[in-house]
């Protein structure tokens, strides 16, 4: 990306004229939390189980700090929630990108007999 800046380069070589425009050639790094498109910011959320459908908080990283994240009941793997506002600044001052929250859902690699048979006796879950 590269960024004009009217007006602030060197001035001619002859000494006469006006100054020329800066230009700034900006590298963004890539980041292990966020996944940019334009000033839009893509973050995965693992979430629990028990949180996908119960509903519950989670606590998502921004650009600015973690903030906790409301799941709403019946969350499904995959399914996004948007941050307005918590993407990347735009350069010209207009306003923030926004930030995209995708929930992974964890599923245990085993259960016990007792969370098996709470998660069989849960009248609030679907059956089979």
């Not at 050639?25 to 910011?41: C, D, E, I, P, T």
């Not at 459908?53 to 903030?67: A, K, N, P, S």
């Not at 010209?92 to 709470?118: E, I, M, Q, W």
């Amino acid at each position: 990306m590269t960024i004009r800046i009217n007006n602030a380069g060197d001035v001619p070589v002859t000494g006469k004229g006006t100054t020329g425009d800066l230009l700034v050639r900006v590298h963004v790094a890539s980041s292990k939390n966020f996944v940019r498109q334009g000033q839009n910011l893509y973050h995965e959320a693992r979430i629990p189980f028990h949180t996908a459908i119960l509903g519950g908080r989670v606590r998502v990283h921004t650009l600015d700090g973690e903030v906790d994240v409301r799941v709403p009941v019946g969350t499904q793997p995959g399914e996004e929630m948007v941050l307005r506002g918590r993407g990347v600044p735009s350069v010209y001052g207009a306003s923030n990108g926004d930030l995209f929250v995708k929930f992974t859902t964890l599923l245990p690699r085993s259960v016990s007999d007792s969370d098996d048979c709470a998660v069989m006796n849960d009248d609030r879950l679907p059956g089979p």
